[in-house]
């Protein structure tokens, strides 16, 4: 159903979502649940065994997208507000190792 969506409708209610949820400081609890499937490996000789099966979380690819935009736009606040001078953690090229 996403990949035959119209895109920019598609970004415009994500938009809105992540904005809602942006506002609000609450994440869906239903959004930290890990769905997992098991795929089938090819070319085992028994499928009665968990290592002939390969797991996947549907979740997961969203729950890292939605860090990323979560993250991206907390760095666009905290930029706006102004980093201090001793400030590593969420600014691109620099280490805080």
């Known amino acids: 159903m996403i990949d035959k969506a119209h895109r920019e409708t598609l970004t415009e209610c994500l938009y809105k979502l992540w904005y809602k949820i942006w506002i609000s400081h609450v994440v869906p609890m239903h959004w930290k649940l890990e769905h997992c499937k098991l795929i089938p490996k090819p070319g085992k ?27 991206a736009r907390l760095t666009s606040e905290l930029e706006q507000q102004g980093f ?3 400030q590593f953690a969420y600014l691109a090229h620099r280490s805080s190792t």
């Open 84 to 86: 201090d001078e001793d």
């Open 45 to 71: 000789d028994s499928y009665n065994y968990c290592s002939a099966y390969r797991t996947v979380s549907i979740t997961d690819m969203f729950g890292k997208r939605l860090e990323k935009v979560v993250s």
